[in-house]
């Protein structure tokens, strides 16, 4: 940028000149402003492309980043949640079953402690 000012305040010194070279000195000037206008603009577009390109590349690392974290962390807790539930209802089916033969052998003892009484009394 400071080319850029620098050629200014040259081409605008130069626009003074009465000399014979005045014309080529003023048009070296102002090709010279030219290109050096030309070339900020064409690094300024492309320092703002590259910074909207970085930005959407960070943006878009950022939200797959969030997306697969938040699949990690689900298929995690359903992972987490399934394995609860098995040891869960297992548990309970395996208890419901020593319950229930706890109590069908109590039942078969019983009848037939009953039995043997009542035989055992004739």
């Known amino acids: 940028m400071q080319l850029f000012y ?5 081409f605008s010194k130069n626009f ?17 402003l030219y290109s050096t206008l030309l070339y900020s603009t064409l690094l300024y577009s492309t320092l703002l492309y590259s910074t909207q390109l970085y930005s959407t590349l960070l943006y878009s690392t950022l939200l ?12 995690a ?18 208890s419901t079953l020593l319950y229930s033969t ?15 009484l009542i035989y055992s009394t004739k």
């Open 6 to 10: 620098y050629k200014v305040k040259q």
């Open 16 to 32: 003074e000149c009465h000399n014979h070279n005045c014309f080529l000195s003023l048009l070296t000037d102002s090709t010279l």
């Open 64 to 75: 797959y980043s969030a997306l697969l974290c938040s699949a990690l962390l689900c298929s």
């Open 77 to 94: 807790l359903l992972c987490s949640t399934v394995i609860y539930s098995t040891v869960f209802y297992s548990t309970l089916l395996y």
């Open 102 to 116: 706890l109590l069908y052998s109590t039942l078969l003892y019983s009848t037939l402690l009953y039995c043997n």
